[in-house]
Every structure is written in structure tokens, then in C-alpha cells.
């Protein structure tokens, strides 16, 4: 079982604060997955990152791949109250995804 | 609009009655998995399929099995609901393919008393 910790596993900021999650495992994955997922509701896909050393943004949100295609973190940047929700890391062997242990971030107006 | 749909978002069972969870995609995707969600341990994947008939077990295929005679469906069966089987079983499917999206459904929250 390939084991993806996230740190930290709650967040609560104030709006316009940055904020970073971490996703580690000692495993390689050939890709890694960011998803968001609200209360009440499935995952939903934020990004995909392929090759190491990867960086991919997506307006306030940036996203990096490991080197070593371990780990990779979560930047949100001026953190507004609509990013809060359940952030899920997902490391991919082969067809199936493993997915992290979450962290619930909450954003106080 | 993609859809994964599934059958029930709350259900309250009694231990030892059987259990059907059901899983429907409309967007002909290969893949399909159901997951179990319990706090602090993030998704932890319990079968997966992927082709009609196909199944592979996950990390805690133990007390569930699963059921795919159609491409788009794709269940879940407790044989003998427990209480330690309470939890939000969530249905995802996706393209074949190593890094296409998963698809999620909304969840079931199951509670076995």
C-alpha cells in the first residue's frame, strides 16, 4: 500500500492569508492529482502533474511535483472564503489512484 | 455534462442485512471504483473494475464485494453489514488511461446500527 500523508491535517486562516499543504509519501508515483471536495459532495479535480519538478498554476493556486516524484505541496495565495472545502492529494501507479490522508482547510472572512 | 450518479446519499442499515450500493456513469468510461471516506484517513479504495465482468480487489476489499454486468454500473454489496462498515462510500470512474481524471459521485453516507 503506498501510504500519502498531507500536513497539516487542519487549517483555519484568515481571508488574504497564503497558505501551504504538503502531500509525502516514500513511494513514486507516475503522476499526482490535487482534488477539492466541498460537504456533502465527490472530489473534484483541481490539477494533474506529470514530471518532476512540475509546477503548474491555476490563478491563486500553485501546484508542484517532487523531483523524486514523491511529494508535492499546495500553494494558495491571498486565500479567499470560497477555497475552503477538503484538499485531497491522489499518487497514480498504474490505473489506480492513492489517496491522501486530507487536510480541511477553513477561510474566516 | 459528466455524471456519475449513485443510488442513495443516506441509507441506515441493521447488522447482518445485505447491503446494495448502486454506481451509474453516463460517460462510457472504462474504469470504476468505489471507495470508503473515514476521517483522517483520507479515501482508501475498496474494488475497482476495469472492463465489464472485471474486478480487481483494493486495499480493504474484506466484507464487500462488487458487481459490473454493464459497462455504465457498477455495485457495491455488503453481504452482512457490520457496524464498522458505517461510512460515506463514494463512486468514481474515469477514462483508461494512468492520469485521467477520476469522476466522483456525491457519496452514500452508510450507517450500520
Known amino acids: 500500500t503506498q501510504l500519502l500523508e498531507q500536513s497539516p491535517q487542519f487549517l483555519s486562516i484568515q481571508e488574504g492569508e497564503n497558505l501551504t499543504v504538503y502531500c509525502n509519501s516514500s513511494?513514486?508515483?507516475?503522476?499526482l492529482q490535487w482534488y477539492r471536495q466541498e460537504p456533502g459532495e465527490g472530489p473534484v479535480l483541481l490539477v494533474t502533474?506529470?514530471?518532476?519538478?512540475e509546477v503548474k498554476k491555476l490563478k491563486r493556486l500553485t501546484f508542484q511535483f517532487g523531483d523524486a516524484r514523491k511529494d508535492s505541496s499546495l500553494h494558495i495565495t491571498a486565500a479567499q472564503p470560497g477555497d475552503t472545502g477538503l484538499y485531497l492529494c491522489a499518487g497514480a501507479v498504474g490505473n489506480q489512484f492513492y489517496f491522501g490522508t486530507g487536510t480541511s482547510l477553513t477561510v474566516i472572512p | 455534462d459528466v455524471k456519475v450518479t449513485q443510488s442513495s446519499r443516506y441509507l441506515v442499515k441493521r447488522t447482518g442485512e445485505k447491503v446494495f450500493l448502486e454506481c451509474v456513469q453516463d460517460m462510457d468510461h472504462e474504469n470504476m471504483f468505489w471507495y470508503r471516506q473515514d476521517p483522517g484517513l483520507g479515501l482508501r479504495l475498496i474494488y475497482f473494475s476495469y472492463d465489464v465482468k472485471m474486478k480487481e480487489k483494493g486495499d480493504i476489499p474484506e466484507g464487500y464485494s462488487v458487481s459490473r454486468e454493464k459497462k455504465e454500473r457498477f455495485s457495491l454489496i455488503l453481504e452482512s453489514a457490520s457496524t464498522n462498515q458505517t461510512s460515506m462510500y463514494l463512486c468514481?470512474?474515469?477514462?483508461?488511461?494512468?492520469?485521467?481524471?477520476?469522476?466522483f459521485g456525491p457519496g452514500t453516507r452508510l450507517t450500520v446500527l
Open positions: 468514481a470512474s474515469k477514462l483508461g488511461g494512468a492520469n485521467n481524471e477520476q469522476f
Open positions: 513511494s513514486v508515483f507516475s503522476s
Open positions: 502533474v506529470v514530471t518532476g519538478g
